[in-house]
């Protein structure tokens, strides 16, 4: 299983960003799908998560009201819309299945 992460980037505070996670697995659909984030000196932690159909998902606290998981199981990806940006969200996030994960992508937000 491979996962690429795309989207990141360079955001000022309260604006958006769409994150990608494209997976090169036949049987994508029935994985479960998490995001990540690992900011500067801190450890990496849950952001989102996803179930293999798509039918439930669940949000860390922090990210709640402001992002959303979700996925295209035709496409193998999943995304992670992330909206209301603030300086907290500025970390490398990183899509998992199972005991794989990608390269992780930066989204940094400042003015």
């Known amino acids: 299983v491979q996962l690429v992460e795309s989207g990141g980037g360079l955001v000022q505070p309260g604006g958006s960003l769409r994150l990608f996670c494209a997976a090169s697995?036949?049987?994508?659909?029935?994985?479960?799908m998490y995001w990540y984030r690992q900011a500067p000196g801190k450890e990496r932690v849950l952001v989102a998560f996803?179930?293999?159909?798509?039918?439930?998902?669940s949000y860390a606290a922090f990210v709640k009201g402001r992002f959303t998981i979700y996925r295209d199981n035709a496409k193998n990806t999943v995304y992670l819309q992330m909206n209301s940006l603030n300086s907290d969200d500025t970390a490398v996030y990183y899509c998992?299945?199972?005991?794989?994960w990608g390269q992780g992508t930066q989204v940094t937000v400042s003015s």
């Open positions: 996803i179930s293999s159909g798509g039918g439930t998902r």
């Open positions: 697995v036949f049987t994508f659909s029935t994985y479960d």
């Open positions: 998992k299945a199972a005991r794989y």
